[in-house]
């Protein structure tokens, strides 16, 4: 037996396809919380029913990798019938094999009655036995990323350990999806947008996001409405999860760390698509956000061209040092009529003077879209820089 595991073991290691030392890497790396690791189990998970699927297509048979025996042929042929009834439509029952597994290890297809049940055990169709598989799987790899998790945790510190140790506190954020568009112009202006220099790029957002902004480090929280439309913002400009996290409960100072992982965590996992229905959330655009809730005392979200009216309009503008007087006119004059993505694009004009000549920033969503906004205005300062640098001796 020990032979027959080395000679796999051996065998995989050559296979690219198995690639078992980037499995391990990964599971070194994504064990540190629970959010990487919830991740992490659910794109293994899918791995690994993709790959049980592949071997028994290519014809390698589970009782051979995974050590499960099918039933014989005259068991399989005395409950021919009953087990004829739960093959799926695409199974032959000449040429399915059946598996017998304690009914506790599938639970779920004996709920939903997929199996056939007799003596305690559950006889189950090949295709059927994937999903017992990747239970036992998803259990056993949980139960494994907790142990190294703590391991990892009360390692003491010594010379192979900080060599590897950024590396692998690091890997998660380079695989953790983001909007590519803004994230690459923050990437060029130093680094990818994270919890801790997230606050220098306040000036590079548009006046609904700078509002926000503002309003969640006055009030030390945000309301529903403006943790969505910040949030999404932020997710799209390219803020991982985990940074958005820590990013909140650092500025979610009016509440304690314990109320905040109970109350406002899971809406930030949610955004993400990581809790609840796992859907794609997307950032508002202008439209959505001028034609959706107007806000009311103590909330930040909405458009402040369209929500704010125009005496304080005026007075944020000049507060922010936005423009001179007539230039501050100008934005009025368009939001007294109604044009307010117009007044927004008037505010991004006045704030990049000569970025309409300069053919790297595309301005073309500006006042359509805050991450249009929040994307053109990071161009512009990496431009203006290199313009500065070319003209330095
Ligand atoms: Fe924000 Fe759009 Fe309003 Fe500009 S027009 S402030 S980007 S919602």
Not at 150 to 168: F, S, V, W
Not at 300 to 306: D, N, R, S, V, Y
């Amino acid at each position: 037996m020990k032979a027959a595991i080395e000679e796999a073991d051996a065998e995989n290691l050559k296979d690219p396809d198995v690639d078992e030392l980037s499995h391990f890497i990964l599971r070194l790396s994504y064990c540190q919380n629970e959010e990487l690791r919830r991740w992490f189990l659910d794109k293994e998970c899918a791995l690994f029913q993709n790959r049980l699927e592949s071997r028994s297509h290519d014809g390698r048979s589970l009782h051979k990798s995974l050590a499960l025996t099918p039933i014989s042929q005259e068991e399989k042929e005395s409950m021919s019938k009953e087990l004829q009834a739960f093959l799926s439509p695409r199974e032959v029952f000449a040429k399915t094999e059946f598996y017998a597994v304690p009914f506790q290890q599938a639970l779920t297809l004996v709920s939903s009655r997929q199996c056939f049940l007799k003596g305690g055990k559950a006889y189950v169709s090949e295709s059927k036995v994937h999903s017992i598989l990747t239970l036992k799987f998803r259990s056993h790899l949980s139960r494994i990323l907790v142990q190294m998790s703590n391991l990892r945790k009360n390692q003491t510190i010594d010379p192979e350990k900080a060599r590897i140790e950024p590396l692998l506190a690091n890997m998660s954020r380079v695989l953790v999806d983001s909007e590519p568009s803004d994230h690459m112009a923050v990437h060029q202006m130093g680094g990818p947008l994270n919890a801790s220099n997230l606050t220098q790029y306040k000036e590079n957002m548009p006046l609904c996001m700078r509002q926000l902004h503002n309003g969640l480090v006055k009030d030390g929280k945000l309301k529903h409405w403006g943790r969505l439309q910040y949030g999404l913002f932020l997710k799209g400009a390219g803020l991982s999860m985990e940074e958005a996290l820590g990013f909140f409960q650092r500025h979610f100072t009016a509440v304690t760390g314990e109320k905040f992982q109970k109350e406002y965590s899971y809406n930030i996992r949610h955004m993400y698509g990581k809790e609840g229905k796992r859907a794609t959330y997307t950032a508002y655009n202008c439209s959505k956000i001028i034609m959706g809730n107007a806000p009311n005392a103590g909330d930040h979200h909405g458009c402040p061209f369209k929500h704010y009216d125009a005496q304080h309009l005026g007075t944020l503008l000049q507060s922010l040092r936005i423009g001179t007087p007539e230039e501050r006119s100008e934005i009025l004059a368009l939001k007294k009529s109604n044009q307010f993505q117009l007044a927004c694009a008037k505010h991004f004009e006045v704030m990049h003077p000569g970025s309409i000549k300069m053919d790297n920033v595309n301005q073309d969503n500006v006042g359509n879209h805050p991450n249009a906004w929040f994307r053109a205005s990071v161009s512009y300062l990496e431009a203006k820089k290199g313009l500065t640098a070319d003209v330095t001796p």
